[in-house]
């Protein structure tokens, strides 16, 4: 018998964003936290560029992008590896350093990928209990075994918008055996001023790696490429695995055209922040309870799993498609994009009529 490997049928299949409702020719979107203004015009015209060395294989070592991230991140080249997306970094990490016997721990509402990548690997998915709607570095602590290999957890955190201070996370990684590496999810960072997505903490210690993404604030999602920032001895580890040529080179343009645009991801940042906080309090003023969030997304609860499904449905009859997160432990919630400015008020307008007609 043709027989998959341990653990691969109880991947549940990942389930993305909605894009579609019947009936409804161009939904709005705010399914899946992609950058509502779309990508850098630099970016663009990049890849159109690139579009025309497509007979061409494209660099199997990302030199110029990972020199144009190093530039703008102020990160060493060397301990930087590019993927197709940062669940390609993500995933690697996983088939490098765990598998039968071993545990790749997350926590309870984190990305739905930490689950499939564990399994995957053929190792062994914990998860630690949060405090309410964060994460929390003493479940965290409590959870891990000799057996722990990978903790996965991203700050800010998907689909609860929360973030735990750097001496939290600081905390965490002093508190892990050696056997133990830390993944630090940044896909979010760039939406909070000033913050280095734990760059800083990865220069500093062995056993701590930060991924990242073109897929949010720099609206390159359809593009699919991810970073990893980690010690020089787990890039070496990582870089004997992956794919020779896992980027095309239209994609390596188009992320090296995006991370020099620092202005675009600048304005994003701030009007991102100001769209937010209206949302928020929108949110807050028609009795919706919404915890304050640090990415590009808000996490709406109500009052219960039905009054959040009869609000999804208002909205799809709307036009507006946002996310049900009951597969990551909140049924009562939908987790909304922040949009354009015109997107957002959409939102509010119907999310008042839907309360008002309740
Ligand atoms: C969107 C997201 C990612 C990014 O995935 P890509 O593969 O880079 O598109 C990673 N982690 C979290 C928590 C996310 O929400």
Known sequence: MITPQPGIMDIALYQGGASHIDGIDDPLK???NENPFGPSDKAVEAIAKA???????PSTDHAALRAAIGETYGLDPEKIIIGVGSD????????AYAGPGDEVLYPEH??????IIALAAGATPVVAAEDGRTVDVDALLDAVTPATRLVYFANPANPSGTMIPQSDVERLTNGLPDQCLLVLDGAYAEFVDGYDGGATMVAERDNVVMTRTFSKIYGLGGLRVGWGYAPQAIIDVLNRI???????????AGAEAAVRDQAFVDRCREVNADERARLTGGLH???IACDESFANFVLARFADEAEALAADAYLKSQGILVRIVKG????????????????NTRVLDALRSFKGAA
């Open 110 to 115: 984190g990305f739905s990928l930490y689950r």
């Open 30 to 32: 705010l399914s899946s």
């Open 328 to 343: 990551y432990g909140f049924p009562e919630a939908l987790r909304i994009t922040v949009g354009r400015p015109e997107d």
């Open 285 to 287: 003023q028609l009795g």
């Open 242 to 252: 992956r794919g020779p040529f896992n980027m095309s080179g239209v994609a390596l």
């Open 51 to 57: 579009a025309q060395k497509a007979h061409r294989y």
């Open 88 to 95: 390609e970094i993500l995933t690697l990490l996983a088939m």
